[in-house]
């Protein structure tokens, strides 16, 4: 089947713009993940949604970042006003809420602000 | 504040040998514990976890091994073969009465099988 996926695959944006990330889940999980990789650091955890639970923002940076998801399904994760060190690989994961605790990642969104 | 750490960025093995990939960790409430690969431009892959409850768990050339308390954590694989080449990460859950949950991940090992 198929596995979670993210769009664009890579991002160039000038300093100060606004940039939309986007992630599709596998069909069916109920949890959604964002983390993000910079260069050189381990996986960074920013936002988590649950259901219909309100979401765990306690990982995003500044007021900047947000995300949300509709439907239960897609999310997407804005960045305003891009700065210089937004500049990482962009990680969205998925998993069952109840069948284990594995999350299953797509492939990232490498993020460039110049 | 690093509450999960790799302390080797990274390490090279022969062909054939044991790798052991070393994990600590700082949080005691951390009930779970979980080892991805990742190869470049991909997103990491799940590879094994370990329940806070069990000091091992097996799955063919791979066992990780729980010393709760020493706070330490390897991956064993063997016999290494060359497509084990990629960077691994160590990742630790907070007990919850919620299931799933944010994962805290260390700054990874990356791992070169010489042939």
């Known amino acids: 089947g198929a596995g979670v996926s993210q769009s664009p695959s890579n991002k160039v944006t000038e300093k100060g713009k606004d940039v939309e990330l986007r992630c599709d889940p596998i069909s069916g999980h109920t949890a959604l993940y964002w983390y993000r990789q910079s260069l050189g650091q381990g996986l960074e955890f920013l936002i988590y949604f649950q259901g219909n639970s309100a979401p765990d923002k306690s990982g995003l940076p500044s007021d900047r970042f947000s995300a949300e998801r509709t439907g239960g399904s897609v999310s997407t994760l804005t960045i305003q006003r891009t700065q210089q060190e937004d500049s990482a690989v962009y990680l969205c994961a998925s998993s069952l809420s109840v069948a284990g605790y594995e999350q299953y990642f797509g492939p990232g969104t490498r993020l460039t602000v110049t | 504040d690093q509450q999960v750490k790799q302390n080797s960025p990274s390490l090279s093995v022969q062909e054939g040998r044991i790798s052991i990939l070393n994990c600590d960790y700082t949080?005691?409430?951390?009930?779970?514990f979980l080892w991805y690969k990742k190869y470049p431009a991909e997103g990491p892959t799940f590879l094994i976890s370990?329940?806070?409850?069990?000091d091992k768990n097996e799955d063919g050339r791979f066992t990780v091994f729980l010393n709760k308390s020493a706070k330490h954590l390897s991956l064993h694989i063997v016999p290494s073969q060359p497509g084990d080449s990629a960077v691994y990460f160590c990742a630790a859950k907070l007990r919850s009465n919620f299931g799933n949950e944010k994962l805290t991940f260390g700054t990874g090992t990356r791992l070169t099988i010489i042939p």
């Open positions: 370990i329940s806070s409850i069990k």
């Open positions: 949080n005691s409430m951390f009930d779970y």
